[in-house]
Structure formats: structure tokens, C-alpha cells
């Protein structure tokens, strides 16, 4: 099959803050994505984002449902990316899903066992 690439957090394309600039990784005209992914986990905002995926599977019994949330929601209700519930997860993700659920949380075995690291390396398929 072809190869396919996944990448972490679009929905900080051309934003920036003053503590990490802008919220890239590479340039697609001068670095092929090969290189750009496989420097992604050694930059410092992407770093933070991951650390807020794994704070977020740690804490929420919702995790399998929205993954660790959208890291520009983090940025913009908190100032930062490793942020675990904010105002949006609470209202449109863990109030959904508890009313779903009737208050009960998803079994263990609900939860996905994924290494945290595909999220910034190519995926092969």
C-alpha cells in the first residue's frame, strides 16, 4: 500500500505564541517531510502538545473518545499546549459523553494501548 503520513496539530497552522514563535515544524519547500517529521519531536511546542496527550490519557476516562482534544483550544483557553480539561472538552466532549454513558465511565478495556509517539513519526501502511 502507499505510505501515508500523520501530522500533530493543524489547527495551529499559522498561529504563533511568544513562548514557542510559530507553531511549525518545517517548511515543506525546503525539507522533504521525512526530515520534517522526524525532527517534529525535538521541538519544544510539539513536545508540550504531547506531554497534554499523555496528561490527558492519564486523567480523563474519556481519552478514547477525543484523544487528547485539539492542541489551538489548549493554546487559547490556557496559554499552553499540555493542558488536560478545558472549557470546550468539558462542554462538548466530556458532558456528550457522560450523558451518554449515563455518568459511567468507558471499561479499561475501552481505552486504546497506541504509542503516543506515531502522532509525530510517519505511518506505513
Given at each position: ?19 514557542h514563535?510559530?507553531f511549525?515544524?518545517g ?49 487559547f ?11 470546550y ?7 456528550l ?5 449515563c ?6 478495556d475501552?481505552?486504546?494501548t ?12
Amino acid at each position: 500500500m502507499g505510505r501515508r503520513s500523520r501530522t500533530t496539530h493543524p489547527d495551529l497552522a499559522g498561529f504563533s505564541s511568544p513562548r514557542h514563535g510559530p507553531f511549525t515544524a518545517g517548511n515543506i519547500l525546503t525539507a522533504s517531510p521525512d526530515t520534517i517529521l522526524a525532527r517534529a519531536p525535538s521541538i519544544p511546542w510539539v513536545q508540550e502538545a504531547l506531554q497534554g496527550i499523555t496528561a490527558c490519557r492519564a486523567t480523563c476516562d474519556h481519552f478514547a473518545y477525543c484523544r487528547g482534544g485539539q492542541a489551538a483550544n489548549k493554546h487559547f483557553e490556557t496559554g499552553r499546549l499540555d493542558a488536560t480539561i478545558t472549557d470546550y472538552c468539558r462542554t462538548s466532549k466530556i458532558d456528550l459523553m457522560e450523558g451518554l454513558l449515563c455518568g459511567r465511565p468507558p471499561p479499561p478495556d475501552a481505552l486504546p494501548t497506541t504509542d503516543l509517539d506515531a502522532f509525530a513519526s510517519p505511518v506505513r501502511q
